[in-house]
């Protein structure tokens, strides 16, 4: 005897070739579509009718980047529309399909804690541990590439205000991830990952959605690519510190 589907799971079923089309690994299809639903069927926040529309929208964007929903990315209903949302771990994988990328570092900077920045870039950090390090005042998202050189992206607290006024509630439970997400999705914008990957990423920005599957012959594409590492304004560092040390440093071991 053959089960009826759910409305929810009809819903996906239905449109199972876009999906699978949109997937950056086709053979990872079967895979894909069981852990998408095994996630959303029980996501009872997800079933209503008038989320439908928007719910389609977020599992493209899924699809797109080729993430586990429920361990690399969340579908969050708020505001009467399904948003699909990066977590940290998710953000990671995808710097890492970055051409030549070896590893991904993120690290917090807090107001009492030195630093020392030279042309756009922390060249030296001493952490703290415990509440002496102060407010948090920056986080610094690094890509490392396998030849050796670092693209670099730093927010600043207003970014992070920016950013946090969109609402998602982890900014509450979790916010030291949630800085170094978004420290992770701002370098995304200056690193050349391809063309679907990037399109997906602003899709989530933005809220909308393009079902163009990707192109077996597409090359890596750099969407904002600065002529000069980006500068940051940060709070000014404990007084004791005069002079930046030369442009070196050793690198950073992997952080998750």
Same mark, same amino acid.
């Given at each position: 005897?053959?089960?009826?589907?759910?409305?929810?799971?009809?819903? !996906?079923?239905?449109?199972? %070739?876009?999906?699978?089309?949109?997937?950056?690994?086709?053979?990872?299809?079967?895979?894909?579509?069981?852990?998408? #639903? /095994?996630?959303?069927?029980?996501?009872?926040?997800?079933?209503?009718?008038?989320?439908?529309?928007?719910?389609? !929208?977020?599992?493209?964007?899924?699809?797109?980047?080729?993430?586990?929903?429920?361990?690399?990315?969340?579908? !969050?209903?708020? =505001?009467?529309?399904?948003?699909?949302?990066?977590?940290?771990? @998710?953000?990671?994988?995808?710097?890492?399909?970055?051409?030549?990328?070896?590893?991904?570092?993120?690290?917090?900077?807090?107001?009492?804690?030195?630093?020392?920045? =030279?042309? @756009? &870039?922390?060249?030296?950090?001493?952490?703290?541990? $415990?509440?002496?390090? $102060?407010?948090?005042?920056?986080?610094?998202?690094?890509?490392?590439?396998?030849? @050796?050189?670092?693209?670099?992206?730093?927010?600043?607290?207003?970014?992070?205000? *920016?950013?946090?006024?969109?609402?998602?509630?982890?900014?509450?439970?979790?916010?030291?991830? #949630?800085?170094?997400?978004?420290?992770?999705?701002?370098?995304?914008?200056?690193?050349?990952?391809? =063309?679907?990957?990037?399109?997906?990423?602003?899709?989530?920005? &933005?809220?909308?959605? %393009?079902?163009?599957? #990707?192109?077996?012959?597409? /090359?890596?594409?750099?969407?904002?690519?600065? =002529?000069?590492?980006?500068? #940051?304004?940060?709070? *000014?560092?404990?007084? *004791?510190?005069?002079?930046?040390?030369?442009?070196?440093?050793?690198? %950073?071991?992997?952080?998750?």
């Amino acid at each position: 005897m053959t089960t009826a589907l759910t409305p929810i799971a009809a819903l !996906i079923e239905k449109r199972r %070739d876009t999906l699978t089309a949109l997937l950056p690994d086709r053979s990872q299809q079967d895979r894909f579509m069981a852990a998408l #639903m /095994t996630y959303v069927g029980p996501e009872r926040s997800l079933h209503s009718p008038a989320l439908q529309e928007s719910l389609v !929208i977020a599992l493209y964007q899924v699809a797109k980047l080729g993430l586990d929903p429920g361990v690399d990315c969340y579908l !969050i209903p708020r =505001s009467g529309k399904v948003r699909c949302e990066l977590g940290y771990k @998710g953000a990671v994988k995808v710097m890492l399909r970055t051409p030549g990328a070896s590893h991904v570092h993120t690290y917090l900077i807090h107001e009492n804690e030195h630093y020392v920045m =030279s042309k @756009g &870039r922390v060249v030296e950090h001493r952490a703290i541990l $415990g509440p002496a390090r $102060g407010a948090l005042v920056a986080a610094v998202a690094e890509l490392h590439m396998r030849d @050796g050189s670092v693209i670099e992206r730093i927010v600043d607290q207003s970014e992070i205000e *920016a950013a946090a006024a969109k609402g998602q509630a982890a900014w509450k439970t979790n916010a030291s991830e #949630m800085w170094r997400k978004t420290a992770l999705l701002r370098l995304a914008k200056i690193v050349p990952l391809d =063309s679907q990957t990037a399109g997906a990423l602003d899709d989530i920005e &933005r809220g909308t959605y %393009d079902v163009t599957p #990707m192109e077996t012959t597409q /090359t890596p594409t750099r969407r904002f690519a600065p =002529s000069q590492p980006t500068r #940051m304004t940060l709070p *000014a560092a404990p007084a *004791a510190i005069a002079t930046a040390p030369a442009d070196t440093e050793e690198a %950073d071991p992997w952080h998750e």
